[in-house]
């Protein structure tokens, strides 16, 4: 089975340039979640999509950052501007229907260094 | 909203041994309890997981308990070896909600 499937698996841009991360969930998975790791503030959850539909912006941190999933099979994590303090690594996860409790699968991640 | 607690936040032990490692939660209503294991490099993997129904789940080597009473529960690795050696998170949710991560654990485990 294809786990989560992230891409670039790596970025280095300059400081103000436009950024966009890309996901594929697990085939069958309804839930998507987009994290942000750092060594300071550990895996943060930044939004999560439930059947393609936004249901938790709350941890975007501003209003550079957007995320859309146009169909079940593929979601993007955009950030514009981007700023040095961006740099992190960036985690999908997805997450099956059907009973509570289901758990997530991550990709291996984006690590996105902001010069 | 959910808080989870994780020690130590660094472990060594010697090949053979066995590791402990110990989260809190503070929201009674949690009733699922995912450990995962992160290689550098790579993304968190579960490993093995507890729902509130059971106090104690094994897979190998790797057993997870639970005490709801107190409100904590803790991953054991029993014949640790050196591909033990990773980043550990316990994490905590309710139904469908979104899942609270400790701050993860260290572990090194020496030949």
């Known amino acids: 089975d294809a786990g989560v499937i992230q891409s670039p698996r790596h970025e280095v841009t300059e400081m103000g340039q436009e950024v966009t991360l890309r996901c594929k969930p697990i085939?069958?998975?309804?839930?998507l979640f987009w994290y942000r790791q750092t060594m300071m503030r550990g895996l943060e959850l930044l939004i999560y999509f439930n059947n393609n539909v936004p249901i938790d912006d709350s941890g975007m941190p501003e209003d550079r950052f957007s995320a859309k999933m146009p169909n079940a099979s593929f979601s993007t994590l955009k950030i514009q501007p981007s700023e040095p303090r961006d740099s992190a690594v960036y985690f999908c996860a997805s997450r099956g229907q059907g009973a509570s409790n289901q758990p997530q699968h991550f990709g291996d991640g984006t690590r996105l260094s902001i010069l | 909203g959910e808080n989870v607690e994780q020690h130590p936040s660094t472990l060594s032990v010697q090949e053979g041994d066995s590791a402990v490692i110990k989260c809190t939660y503070s929201d009674s209503a949690s009733n699922y309890f995912p450990w995962y294991k992160q290689e550098l490099g790579k993304g968190p993997q579960l490993i093995i997981d507890?729902?509130?129904?059971?106090g104690e789940k094994k897979d190998q080597r790797i057993a997870v308990t639970l005490n709801k009473t107190a409100k904590h529960f803790s991953l054991h690795i029993t014949e640790t070896q050196p591909e033990d050696s990773a980043v550990y998170f316990c994490a905590a949710s309710k139904g469908y909600s979104t899942l609270t991560f400790g701050k993860g654990t260290m572990l090194l485990v020496s030949p």
């Open positions: 085939s069958g998975h309804n839930s």
């Open positions: 507890i729902r509130s129904n059971v």
